[in-house]
């Protein structure tokens, strides 16, 4: 009765419902929310621990909209990041594992000068984009 209740006022603010299996949930918001939080952290973190001032002082000169956008999130709020990460620690690992291994395998098409391979990949990325961000049913 209480879930039905919440549903209706859902329905009347707009929302869209949506209903899942709560691990199904956890392990999709897993990657969609908490992997990129940890991913713009850990890209942040690199800068600061560059040590070489000089290139942190160009960087720093040169970052704009690509690397605003791409660090957003880990910029965000400390607590809800350690909360989200705290709660859901299993999937957010399966996650992280996941994007290791993404990054190794473009690691070894550059480390090969496969260049074809990652072109290939980066327009298999391209292609994929749109069906995560241009959705019509978009929450937001």
């Known amino acids: ?67 605003a956008d791409t660090t957003r999130v ?8 350690t909360a989200m990460m705290a709660n859901n620690t299993s999937a957010v690992l399966k996650a992280l594992n996941s994007y290791q291994l993404s990054l190794k395998e473009f690691e070894e098409a550059m480390l090969s000068g496969n260049w074809e391979e990652l072109q290939a990949n980066l327009k298999d990325t391209q292609a994929l984009r749109p069906s995560f961000v241009n959705q019509e049913n978009k929450f937001t």
């Not at 880990?74 to 990041?81: D, H, I, S, T």
């Open 1 to 67: 009765e209480a879930l039905k209740l919440v549903h209706q006022l859902a329905l009347a603010l707009g929302s869209q419902w949506i209903e899942a299996d709560s691990e199904l949930h956890d392990q999709a918001v897993a990657l969609i929310s908490h992997l990129p939080v940890i991913t713009s952290a850990a890209l942040l973190q690199t800068l600061r621990n560059e040590g070489n001032e000089p290139l942190v002082a160009l960087a720093k000169t040169l970052a704009s909209s690509g690397f």
């Open 74 to 81: 880990g910029g965000g709020n400390p607590e809800l990041g």
